[in-house]
């Protein structure tokens, strides 16, 4: 049983006044990406990574797997319109077989720890499908410029990911997503969608994605400290 990872890394950083995609800014003389890269790279239960990318930005992506060794880094896909065509497009690259397991990570989410990677192996390799999620712990509101309603938090998580499945999994899911033009928001989506079980691994505040120019501060911040 082989381990991938997928990374969708095609994302255009709308949200940021940023001049570059966010995964490609340099935090301390290093690109964001590479930080996330670096996570799997090190990780034992990690044998491949998949970057699914705009292809003008496959050179810099080729530099960065050099300057940092990058080994598992073996494969360039290009992007699609929408974070499933390139999750697509990344599955479809791998000669993966049905029990293989295949990591889905956000490229703007550097602060994953080996702990919740492991557990959400694990968890995979168990039930076929995981999801790391985040319990939610504010009061929740529903509402537009005024409150509707409030909603009880607890039943309620925020995702993030890693989320790992089962290869035939996720590929069922994928076809099923296309078959029927429909677009998720994340992969544990398209797969509860297609009838399977997904199960909650606990997440961290520390696991968030970089969003907001607010975000991009918090983690320069962050990795000063280190």
Do not use: W
């Amino acid at each position: 049983m082989k381990t991938y990872v997928i990374i969708p890394s095609g994302g255009l950083g709308k949200r940021t006044n940023a001049p570059l995609p966010k995964q490609y800014l340099q935090f301390a003389g290093k690109e964001l990406i590479a930080y996330t890269l670096q996570v799997f790279q090190s990780s034992k239960h990690v044998d491949e990574i998949v970057v699914a990318a705009q292809s003008s930005f496959f050179p810099l992506l080729e530099s960065i797997k050099q300057n940092f060794s990058l080994t598992k880094f073996t494969c360039l896909v290009e992007g699609g319109e929408e974070r499933q065509h390139s999750v697509f497009n990344a599955l479809k690259s791998l000669k993966a077989e049905e029990d293989d397991i295949i990591i889905i990570h956000d490229a703007v989410r550097p602060l994953l720890t080996k702990e919740i990677l492991y557990d959400s192996i694990q968890t995979a390799k168990q039930y076929g499908a995981a999801v790391v999620a985040l319990k939610a712990k504010d009061t929740l509101i529903r509402g537009n410029e005024t409150v509707l309603d409030y909603v009880d938090r607890s039943e309620y998580y925020y995702a993030q990911t890693p989320q790992v499945f089962r290869y035939k999994i996720i590929m069922d899911a994928m076809k099923k997503a296309k078959a029927e033009n429909f677009i998720g928001t994340d992969e544990s989506m398209l797969v509860h969608r297609a009838g399977y079980e997904v199960k909650i691994v606990n997440g961290s505040s520390l696991n968030f994605k970089v969003t907001t120019d607010e975000d991009i501060h918090i983690l320069s911040l962050i990795l000063k400290s280190f």
